[in-house]
């Protein structure tokens, strides 16, 4: 299993730009999340979905956009890119029924907005 | 902010000497986790406890959980050299869908 990926590995962009940033899951895990992590902080909540076809804004949603229309695949879209943006974005993904909630995540997208 | 918080910010100890970080949240929660994150890296789980529980063990990690105090521990005991990495307390809340990171401990264990 590949786990949790996601694509680019890094990104620069200018303002106004907009982007799609990629999250894949091989573990059939039926939900799925993106967090920012900027400088110092920990993780804050984008955006979750429990399945496809439902998403669901979390703690800092303002900015993004996702969409869940297959089970292995949620991306983050930033409409138009701001400097306040500027962070490091995580992928992450775990099974809603059973286990220990834990949560897999993925290596993380590097994205600058110039 | 919904952020947990997390004491110390940074800790700094020697190889063998114990490590202990605090985690005070403020939602209600069905369990916490702690998570630790290798510099430039995702964030790897390492032990759940529930709310129901007040202290767990695995291996080297010991954790406890004080719901009334909305307040959590993470002992590393023997620490070593490759146990350098920064810890997060991750609660999820009584809904179930959402975790609130605590803001993390960089912990330093010199060799």
């Known amino acids: 299993n590949a786990g949790v990926t996601q694509t680019p590995k890094f990104q620069v962009l200018k303002t106004g730009q907009s982007m799609t940033l990629q999250c894949a899951q091989d573990m059939n895990h039926e939900y799925m999340s993106w967090y920012r992590q900027d400088p110092g902080m920990g993780l804050r909540l984008i955006h979750y979905s429990v399945g496809a076809g439902i998403t669901d804004q979390g703690e800092v949603p303002n900015g993004y956009n996702v969409s869940r229309s297959t089970t292995e695949d949620f991306p983050l879209r930033l409409l138009s890119a701001a400097p306040s943006q500027t962070s490091v974005y995580f992928c992450a993904s775990r099974r809603l029924a059973g286990g220990n909630n834990e949560q897999f995540f993925g290596p993380g997208t590097r994205l600058t907005v110039l | 902010s919904q952020q947990g918080e997390e004491d110390p910010q940074a800790l700094s100890i020697q190889e063998g000497e114990n490590a202990t970080m605090n985690c005070s949240y403020k939602?209600?929660?069905?369990?916490l986790q702690w998570y630790r994150q290798n510099s430039g890296r995702g964030l790897v789980h390492l032990i759940l406890i529930r709310s129901n529980e007040r202290e767990k063990h695995s291996g080297r990690l010991r954790v406890t959980l004080d719901t009334s105090k909305k307040s959590s521990s993470l002992l590393i005991t023997a620490s070593r050299a490759a146990d350098t990495a920064s810890y997060f307390c991750?609660?999820?809340?009584?809904?179930?869908?959402?975790?609130?990171f605590g803001a993390g401990t960089r912990l330093f264990v010199k060799a």
């Open positions: 939602t209600s929660i069905n369990n």
């Open positions: 991750a609660g999820i809340n009584t809904g179930g869908f959402k975790t609130i």
